[in-house]
T-cell receptor, first 110, second 117 residues
Framework: GEDVEQSLFLSVREGDSSVINCTYT??????LYWYKQEPGAGLQLLTY?????DMKQDQRLTVLLNKKDKHLSLRIADTQTGDSAIYFC??????????FGTGTRLLVSP | GAVVSQHPSRVICKSGTSVKIECRSL??????MFWYRQFPKQSLMLMAT?????????EQGVEKDKFLINHASLTLSTLTVASAHPEDSSFYIC?????????????FGPGTRLTVL
């Protein structure tokens, strides 16, 4: 079955790096995503990675994928107060449905 | 590009009434639209997948007679909550995937908060 797990909460200081972790069980996943959700809003796609990649960098965001351990992480460099939100990882097989993780609430303090 | 809108953003209704929520892709053609439900402090739960011009595919446990989905055009899908009750109160989010944008990804609307009194 499909199961995606995340730690519930992360607190960092402004300027530090944040690392949000995600584990999944479906080894046939082909795409893995990170979404950001601000209070009362929809989901904003931050980045995604193909399962045959092990790293992707996009400005302050770095995604690491360990396919053997089924572990995905999102690193946010120089975290800002505006980065405070809930972050969801998600996986899919091809164009099939997304399976979301439980969400990690990131709190950035000044 | 790849903007998805929802209307209304917030609706409050009395128990027993029906509520329609619209999801529109503004700058691309959405061949597939998805409807999700999110309870407070929880993750998103997929309710159904709809392809333009065909019947929606509902996830297990989702009542298709309760949550009516229509995807009549490539830019519009609607979710109607029939005879809403307080337990239907939730945040409903749609997403769309289609041609003209990256077909690998789903683009999400801003959500509709439904409160049933």
């Amino acid at each position: 079955g499909e199961d995606v797990e995340q730690s519930l909460f992360l607190s960092v200081r402004e300027g530090d790096s944040s690392v949000i972790n995600c584990t999944y069980t479906d080894s046939s996943s082909t795409y893995l995503y990170w979404y950001k959700q601000e209070p009362g809003a929809g989901l904003q796609l931050l980045t995604y990675i193909f399962s045959n990649m092990d790293m992707k960098q996009d400005q302050r965001l770095t995604v690491l994928l360990n396919k053997k351990d089924k572990h995905l992480s999102l690193r946010i460099a120089d975290t800002q107060t505006g980065d405070s939100a809930i972050y969801f990882c998600a996986e899919s097989k091809g164009f099939q449905k997304l399976v979301f993780g439980t969400g990690t609430r990131l709190l950035v303090s000044p | 590009g790849a903007v998805v809108s929802q209307h209304p953003s917030r609706v409050i209704c009395k128990s027993g009434t029906s509520v329609k929520i619209e999801c529109r892709s503004l700058d691309f053609q959405a061949t597939t639209m998805f409807w999700y439900r999110q309870f407070p402090k929880q993750s998103l739960m997929l309710m159904a997948t709809s392809n333009e011009g065909s019947k929606a595919t509902y996830e297990q446990g989702v009542e298709k007679d309760k949550f009516l989905i229509n995807h009549a055009s490539l830019t519009l899908s609607t979710l109607t909550v029939a005879s809403a009750h307080p337990e239907d109160s939730s945040f409903y989010i749609c997403s769309a995937r289609g041609s003209g944008v990256s077909t690998d990804t789903q683009y999400f609307g801003p959500g509709t908060r439904l409160t049933v009194l």
